[in-house]
């Protein structure tokens, strides 16, 4: 079965701190890769996708990510964080042929202090 | 352009009796994926609805159900509502049938008693 492993589940970082969080899915073939982001009381929101192509993708507001097809891997990067990044992160992994069925991780709470 | 909505934001019920979630979509967004999000877990596929048909389902049983209507709009089913039934259920909408690339509402928290 396919499933989605995101290695952290809580980290807390001071503003300005690099960033990465893990994630590592399970699925033979072809698969689209996404980080969705949850900020406090707001709902679930596309951070970045990748699809093909460029294996390290940019999204909004600085962070970016990079696939490693071999590691079936798809890590989150930010080299400077700040105190509004504090949010819920989310892999998700969704396979070609699966239409709109995303599998996600289990989240990672991003917590930066100022 | 307006975003997806869900209603109600917050429900309680008791085991064994029925719900029904709704969702609008957002503009232009022709497919409706609904999805259950239990606390402290990522959320999962319940189904998807694309020209008003089910066309992909995950794990769930027959008591969870939907409907997809011409506006696009949708609604999320359950029966016989059971404890493990509480949960955040999320409506995602595309204008692709064939991506992951969802746009979501905030959900509506079910309390199963």
């Known amino acids: 079965a396919q499933s989605v492993s995101q290695h952290n589940h809580h980290v807390i970082l001071s503003e300005a701190a690099s960033l990465e969080l893990g994630c590592n899915y399970s699925?033979?073939?072809?698969?689209?890769l996404f980080w969705y982001v949850q900020y406090p009381g707001q709902h679930l929101q596309l951070l970045l996708k990748y699809f093909s192509g460029d294996p390290l993708v940019k999204g909004i507001k600085g962070f970016e990510a990079e696939f490693i097809k071999s590691k079936f891997s798809f890590n989150l990067r930010k080299p400077s964080v700040q105190w509004s990044d504090t949010a819920e992160y989310f892999c998700?992994?969704?396979?070609?042929?699966?239409?709109?069925?995303?599998?996600f991780g289990k989240g990672t709470t991003l917590s930066v202090s100022s | 352009e307006t975003g997806v909505t869900q209603s109600p934001t917050h429900l309680i019920k008791t085991r064994g009796q029925q719900v029904t979630l709704r969702c609008s979509s957002q503009?232009?967004?022709?497919?409706v994926s609904w999805y259950q999000q239990a606390l402290g877990q990522g959320p999962q596929f319940i189904f998807q609805?694309?020209?008003?048909?089910?066309?992909g389902r995950g794990n769930f049983p027959p008591r969870f159900s939907g409907l997809q209507f011409p506006n696009y709009s949708s609604e999320l089913n359950v029966n016989a509502l059971e404890l493990d039934d509480s949960a955040l259920y999320l409506c995602?909408?595309?204008?692709?049938?064939?991506?992951?690339?969802?746009?979501f509402g905030e959900g509506s928290r079910l309390t199963v008693l």
């Open positions: 995602a909408s595309s204008n692709r049938v064939d991506t992951g690339e969802l746009f």
């Open positions: 503009s232009g967004h022709n497919t």
């Open positions: 699925y033979g073939g072809t698969v689209n």
């Open positions: 998700a992994v969704n396979a070609h042929q699966a239409g709109t069925a995303l599998i």
């Open positions: 609805y694309y020209r008003e048909e089910e066309n």
